[in-house]
């Protein structure tokens, strides 16, 4: 089964956190490392990621177990001639895909819909069932118990047996014996009777406490399932939603976008089950250069049974492999199909034109036999500009000619896994930081915080909490301006134990913030990887939107606050909602 190392955090120079979590699947021979800027997106992929090894693992296991079923149960040699024939075709089948890589590719659309990138999937996990509810059970009624002194139990005698016995010593009392048998027969019926009646309550009543019971469970139970179907939900809706804001976005020349939706692209893209399909994107804005660093399969990984005999002196299945030379010829084939595909997809899928040229640098992981150490070797690296690349008819190239007319860097056999520099390594910077600048000094008593510049509202807020964040090593970075509700500050605690990465936001309101602002800043929080979220605002939240902050890493600033934090580190000002909507309408009418 797959298994992971615990996620590692670092920092770059600017103080981005950085996550990656190593996965690996011995019994398919995979490895990969996953990295990103979210921690919460890095887990998501990795698990998924395992989740799909450990489902072709299952595949391959069960074809493997039916297959060993068959020459098993195959009795005539002609039965076993016909499964080795078989599986000579499976193997033959495997081997000729190798050679169909970029002729695949070619033959479909790399042009992606939106609605084809959207989860649509629904909540599997079923709803809890409620158990049959036991009516509390009434107080059973009991018979009225026999009386020796009741009269059907008294002896009456008349005059004549009165007579008779004054005259015969104990014949009352033998008159009597058969009324004190039957109330002594009664009473004992009665005792049984009332022990059933009491044992059937008490059944009863222990029946009502365990469905007392089992439905307090079952409430639990639902109310744990809502929560998580809920959680589902607003996933799913996070998820659509940042597929809607990156297509428009890198429709509208987003950098950050534009690398969020050629990584859509490449996760989209079929490989067969050994390839790694890892990859890391930059994009830069300046020369509309998108660089891939993209994980290659080790030798080791890809398919080299050619021949399978059924030797029958022997009643066995031999396999026949690839020579040497052969496996390391396809290998080659194989690596620079793999170049040239995923650039052709690139381009192909690039309907904003956002790209003037595509770096691939291909990296395999594997064993130095000199050291025995896991190593991650760049083996090949080729930029190629957007116009030659169009110009090549890629149903008729040699892949290796191709690679080398488009002056790709790489050694002359590839399986060598001999390391090469590549032509442009990614920038782990995030470009999305710019220089900051002071504003809490220029303000006094008569600066009415909802009425400032946006842009200055969010240096304010960098500013006051760089001050309040004032832990050695910690860092408070502005992003561009936008005014689209994303991250305004980022806070970067190098701490190991309480440290982290925490999102602010800042909204100059004269309204009332509305809970989709909270669900905002939650997903923000959750695609960052950031262990908390800070909204600041001038106005003031909602019901929903303190409600929808419980329990969730969420902290909510209103105006009140914020003129308290700002008074905490010295400086003043006051916030006025009313003058301040007078003030930005009259902004608005001057400026149209």
Request: hydrophobic fraction near 35%; charged fraction near 25%; aromatic fraction near 8%.
């Amino acid at each position: 089964m797959g298994e992971r190392s615990a996620i590692q955090v670092t920092y770059t120079a600017t103080g981005l956190s950085r996550y990656a979590i190593e996965i690996r699947h011995r019994q398919l021979n995979k490895y990969q490392v996953v990295r990103g800027d979210s921690q919460y997106i890095v887990e998501q992929k990795a698990r998924a990621t395992l989740a799909q090894w450990d489902e072709i693992w299952e595949r391959k296991k069960g074809a493997d177990e039916k297959r060993s079923d068959r020459q098993h149960r195959a009795r005539s040699i002609e039965e076993k001639k016909a499964l080795a024939m078989e599986r000579t075709q499976e193997a033959q089948k495997a081997l000729s895909l190798l050679g169909q890589l970029l002729p695949f590719a070619l033959n479909v659309s790399n042009k992606i819909t939106i609605e084809s990138l959207k989860d649509k999937s629904d909540f599997l996990t079923p709803q809890p069932s409620p158990p049959s509810v036991t009516q509390s059970p009434s107080q059973p009624a009991i018979p009225n118990e026999p009386k020796e002194s009741d009269r059907r139990y008294q002896l009456h005698l008349n005059p004549i047996e009165e007579l008779i016995g004054n005259v015969l010593p104990g014949y009352e009392t033998a008159r009597r014996r058969p009324l004190l048998d039957l109330f002594k027969n009664n009473h004992q019926q009665w005792s049984l009777s009332k022990a059933k009646i009491m044992s059937l309550y008490e059944s009863q009543v222990q029946a009502f406490n365990k469905s007392k019971l089992e439905y307090d469970d079952y409430e639990k139970a639902l109310a744990d399932w809502n929560k998580k179907r809920d959680d589902f939900i607003l996933a799913r809706s996070a998820h659509n939603r940042a597929i809607d804001d990156t297509i428009k976005a890198y429709l509208s020349a987003d950098s950050t976008a534009i690398t969020e939706y050629f990584e859509l692209i490449l996760a989209s893209s079929k490989h067969p089950d050994y390839f790694p399909q890892s990859y890391e994107i930059e994009y830069n804005p300046e020369s509309k250069v998108l660089i891939v660093d993209y994980q290659l399969p080790p030798t080791e990984a890809l398919p080299n049974v050619k021949e399978v005999k059924y030797v029958q002196a022997r009643n066995e299945f031999a396999e026949s492999y690839l020579s040497q030379t052969q496996t390391n010829e396809i290998y080659d084939n194989a690596l620079y199909q793999i170049t040239l595909r995923t650039v052709h997809e690139i381009f192909e899928a690039d309907n904003a034109n956002s790209l003037s040229a595509v770096v691939f640098n291909g990296y395999v992981h594997s064993i130095d036999k000199a050291t025995g150490q896991e190593v991650d070797a760049c083996v090949l690296s080729l930029m190629a500009s957007r116009a030659e690349f169009e110009n090549l008819n890629l149903e008729k190239v040699d892949p290796k000619a191709c690679f080398k007319t488009l002056k790709g860097i790489g050694s002359s056999k590839l399986h060598s896994l001999a390391p090469v520099a590549p032509v442009l390594r990614i920038e782990r910077a995030d470009k999305r930081f710019i220089q900051s600048y002071a504003v809490a000094d220029s303000l006094h008593e008569g600066n009415n915080l909802a009425a400032m510049d946006w842009e200055d509202f969010e240096h304010l807020v960098r500013e006051l909490f760089e001050k309040e964040f004032t832990q050695p090593g910690s860092e408070v970075k502005v992003t561009r301006a936008s005014r689209d509700g994303g991250i305004d500050a980022v806070v970067f605690d190098p701490d190991p134990l309480r440290g982290g990465k925490i999102v602010i936001q800042a909204k100059r309101y004269t309204n009332t913030v509305d809970v989709s602002a909270v669900r905002d800043l939650f997903g923000t929080v959750m695609n960052e990887g950031a262990n908390k979220g800070i909204l600041v605002t001038t106005s003031d939240y909602g019901p929903d939107a303190y409600e929808f902050a419980k329990g969730k890493p969420l902290v909510l600033l209103n105006g009140g606050n914020l003129l308290h934090l700002l008074d905490k580190h010295g400086h003043k000002a006051h916030i006025d909602l009313k003058e301040a909507k007078k003030i930005l309408a009259e902004n608005d009418n001057m400026s149209t």
